[in-house]
Nanobody
Framework: QVKLVESGGDSAQAGGSLTLACVAS????????MVWFRQTPGNLREGVAA???????LYDDSVRGRFTISRDNAKNILYLQMDSLKPEDTGLYSC???????????????????WGQGTQVTVSS
């Protein structure tokens, strides 16, 4: 059974940093594509960053240059390093994992089959 558990969400000041982690069990993160999504207070669901099995990455324009997606294959953990935070980064951040292996990259929600419950990030000005 695939399980994804996020942590690291917190309240932060604008300009600050947070690191989110997504621990996977029943699933090998090294071999496939994974993504970070966020759901905003306005209930908008946005793909933030994705990584494929070749460690290629893809970022939404709103976070490019400020966020970094990475993973520790030995620990089976996906990370999202968030720097230069802005109030508009506020949201519930969830990690997603693809069901099948591949070298593709996507920020589309329906490209992924497995999801965690999310961790809340709140950025104040």
């Amino acid at each position: 059974q695939v399980k994804l558990v996020e942590s690291g969400g917190d309240s932060a000041q604008a300009g600050g940093s947070l690191t989110l982690a997504c621990v996977a069990s029943g699933y090998i993160i090294e071999s496939t594509s994974m993504v970070w999504f966020r759901q905003t207070p306005g209930n908008l669901r946005e793909g933030v960053a994705a990584i494929n099995k070749d460690d290629d990455t893809l970022y939404d324009d709103s976070v490019r240059g400020r966020f970094t997606i990475s993973r520790d294959n030995a620990k089976n953990i996906l990370y999202l390093q968030m720097d230069s935070l802005k109030p508009e980064d506020t949201g519930l951040y969830s990690c997603g994992a693809a069901e099948y292996s591949g070298s593709w990259l996507s920020l589309r929600f329906h490209s992924y089959s497995y999801w965690g419950q999310g961790t809340q990030v709140t950025v104040s000005s």
